[in-house]
């Protein structure tokens, strides 16, 4: 199969402006209908989601994705409630009108339909989705891809402008589903059901993918191609040499902690780690 996409017309200089994207992480608190979620007032858990976003913005960052990560355990797609959209959708527009920034959703697990409805809602230009082609089993059990369906609702919408980044050879799974296909053919098939940006992953968050591994994905397609996971100071500079961009989350919270806040201080860090790989 061929990879039919066009590099040319990269979705990374179209949504950020550079060649090269720093993408922060929001990861929400719990929100109300989620196992974790405990009384919080509204407004305390939207200012939670606003101190990050201004941290990571303010430390230089190009660009944000708002996540449900603290919906935790993740429900299917078909389970999730409408709440979750329109609790995502608040944050999303709040900070799109406090910081004006390019954002992303991605809504857990593995639901491209919701993404694109808060996407919509809140003004956010691209979505995220772990499993947009093939299937895998998750923590949350069978995940398929879900293209078809998703495509044909951004088209309801007359949302064609919002962007997906696929990931390839997802974490959080076993791919015993996929076994007899190779990363490279895995990742061909997500520019054939018109993925804009590839993900490389490692096996869960906060694990960077191998370099080999990255090298894989990129041989493979023409789209741009960014690291999801496990992206840190030490390893930032070789990652960009073979990429378009990452995703950070984990190493910019205190501790290092995904459910921590924002740090500035590793923000700064990472930042002056990252720098050289940014310059043309």
């Known amino acids: 199969m061929q990879d039919v996409s066009n590099k040319s017309s990269s979705a990374i200089r179209e949504i950020f402006g550079t060649d090269k994207a720093l993408?922060?992480?929001?990861?929400?608190?719990?929100?109300?209908?989620?196992?974790?979620?405990?009384?919080?007032?509204?407004?305390?858990?939207?200012?939670?989601?606003?101190?990050?976003?201004?941290?990571?913005?303010?430390g230089g960052l190009h660009g944000l994705i708002i996540e449900n990560h603290g919906d935790v355990p993740f429900s299917k797609p078909e389970d999730i409630g409408h709440e979750t959209a329109a609790f995502m959708s608040v944050v999303t527009d709040?900070?799109?009108r406090a910081t004006g920034m390019p954002l992303g959703i991605n809504v857990l697990a593995n639901a491209p339909l919701p993404a694109f409805a808060v996407a919509?809602?809140?003004g956010a230009g691209f979505i995220r989705v772990n499993q947009w082609a093939n299937a895998y089993v998750a923590n949350e059990g069978l995940m398929e891809g879900r293209a078809a369906e998703a495509l044909r609702y951004r088209s309801l919408l007359r949302s064609e402008h919002i962007k997906v980044f696929a990931d390839s050879h997802v974490k959080h799974g076993a791919h015993a589903i996929t076994a007899d296909r190779t990363v490279e053919e895995l990742t061909r098939d997500l520019a054939f059901f018109d993925a804009d940006v590839v993900i490389a992953t490692g096996q869960r968050t906060?694990?960077?993918?191998?370099?080999?591994?990255?090298?894989?994905?990129?041989?493979?397609?023409?789209?741009?191609?960014?690291?999801?996971?496990?992206?840190?100071?030490?390893?930032?500079?070789?990652?960009?040499?073979r990429t378009d961009g990452v995703i950070v989350a984990?190493?910019?919270?205190?501790g290092g902690v995904w459910w921590n806040p924002v740090d500035p201080v590793r923000v700064k860090t990472f930042m002056e780690a990252a720098a050289p790989a940014l310059q043309p």
């Open 23 to 58: 993408i922060g992480m929001v990861h929400c608190p719990p929100f109300p209908g989620a196992p974790r979620y405990s009384g919080a007032a509204m407004d305390g858990i939207y200012d939670a989601c606003m101190r990050d976003a201004d941290a990571l913005i303010k």
């Open 94 to 96: 709040r900070i799109a």
């Open 120 to 122: 919509a809602a809140g």
């Open 206 to 241: 906060g694990n960077s993918a191998t370099l080999e591994e990255i090298d894989q994905v990129g041989t493979a397609t023409s789209l741009p191609v960014v690291v999801g996971s496990g992206v840190t100071p030490e390893n930032v500079a070789s990652i960009l040499e």
């Open 250 to 254: 984990s190493s910019l919270k205190e």
